[in-house]
């Protein structure tokens, strides 16, 4: 059977991802891209930098706004290999990306989907198009492994 | 009418929402302690950094797991003049702040009591203890002065 290749971010979020378990860290990756290039990329490291808002999202968001110098990412996409959670939805607003392919859902921590549904709240100033499922099997295969190998 | 004094934290945080409003930023300050010590400050700076996640909650989280080398802040209390949005929310949970003192509501953009309640979701891992109203017609009346003399 056939099956289409992972859009190249996407891949590229897995591959951070498998960075990150290697650090000891929960394995999620992002990249935001503009038109076709990548401008920031990260994996989720909050162990490693002391700091609790280092999920992925968060870093790139920092990274591709200090990239194109200006607050806002409004002709901008992430990638991220796991449904964000609240803190990240709410960056994801803050910034006014324009689109979010992300790959496996997060019933426990996820806030689009599942919990909070950040970009459902009335009073939420941006929703971004929002594409769930794109590399999910190999998200979901990394999260298993890492957390197989910790209990 | 004797009123109580605002406890320090708090008075603090109002002063650099102050610091906010003269840099052109909407004004927000926040403070944290670790007993009865201030160990992180920052005010609202999303513009000036070109960092749509610099709310003053996220960049005090941030400084202080810095300044306490730990991913973790459970001893610590989060002082800030606004209701936090579902971005510091989140990251209020992530760091395990043990209290939250918040000055105004946001009906706008709060996930405290409006919106998002994040701490209210069933998923949500750690809630902290709230408590709103400190210092909230001091707050009320810098955010009424921002928005008054930019319309």
Known sequence: MKRWPL???MYRALQLARNAALAGEVPVGAVI????????????????????TAHAEIQTIRAAAAFLGQERLGDCDLWVTLEPCAM?????????????YYAASDPKGGAVECG????DQRQCLHRP????????????TL?????????
Not at 35 to 49: C, H, L, T, V
Not at 88 to 100: E, N, P, Q, T
Request: proline share 7%; hydrophobic share 35%.
């Open 33 to 52: 891209t503009h038109g076709d290039k990548i401008i920031a990329e990260a994996y989720n490291s909050p162990r490693q930098s002391h700091d609790p």
């Open 88 to 100: 990240c939805a709410g960056a994801i607003v803050h910034a006014r990306i324009a689109r979010v």
């Open 129 to 140: 198009e929002v594409y769930g499922g794109i590399g999910e099997r190999e998200s979901v």
């Open 116 to 119: 909070a549904r950040v970009f």
């Open 7 to 9: 859009p190249y971010p």
């Open 143 to 151: 999260l298993r492994q890492f957390f197989a190998e910790r209990r």
